[in-house]
């Protein structure tokens, strides 16, 4: 598979990842809103810069899982069980009223920048996820292991996710006010989303038995 399509690959995986509201973009944007784009934009590098080392991680993990069969068989049903679990909460579960969210009283874009990698580290559901990515990728053939490939497929997922909150940054202002943006369709948006790979998961596991 060419180095291209795998960087390709990455890209839109993380941009999937990234695209449901969440602490990350909602805050980029907050920041972009109150502060401007410049610090906004610091927040997002910073993020971007935590996305690199957890998606590199991710890869390595990915390595060893996809040399280890067993183990993989058991992290679909696991993943499987995670998403269908999500699906449920924010299809069900989940309201629609705002939370109220504190805003730090940060000023200084290298703070902002810091702030970014900060609350990137607390997001660590993009190891798993990617994990979960790489293997399935590798799993059909679609990408190898090899250094090359690696980095093409990071160097997509960091792109990709600054792309995401760059669109936040610069297009929250105007959409805000817009329904797509209530709490309640952002809920029922990433439970499609997370519905859908659950089905993907499902299928894989079946046709695998």
Do not use: W
């Amino acid at each position: 598979m060419g180095d291209a399509v795998i960087f390709l690959l990455g890209f839109v995986f993380a941009m999937l990842a990234v695209v449901p509201p969440g602490l990350l973009n909602m805050t980029a944007a907050k920041i972009s809103l109150n502060e401007g784009h410049v610090r906004g934009i610091m927040f997002a590098m910073g993020a971007c810069l935590v996305v690199l080392f957890q998606t590199y991680i991710a890869t390595l993990l990915a390595r060893y899982l996809s040399e280890n069969p067993d183990v993989v068989d058991v992290l679909r049903q696991v993943a499987a069980g995670i998403f269908i679990i999500i699906t449920i909460y924010f299809l069900f579960i989940a309201k629609g009223t705002p939370k109220k969210q504190v805003d730090p009283k940060i000023k200084s874009k290298h703070s902002r920048f810091f702030q970014g990698m900060f609350m990137s580290v607390l997001n660590v559901f993009p190891v798993p996820f990617q994990s979960y990515m790489t293997v399935t990728l590798s799993s059909y053939g679609l990408m190898d292991f090899e250094p090359i490939s690696i980095i093409s497929y990071v160097s997509g997922a960091v792109i990709g996710s600054f792309v995401v909150l760059y669109a936040y940054i610069f297009f929250f202002e105007k959409i805000k006010g817009k329904t797509i943006t209530s709490q309640k369709n952002m809920n029922l948006i990433i439970g499609g989303i997370t519905g859908v790979i659950s089905v993907v998961t499902l299928l894989n596991i079946y046709f695998r038995s």
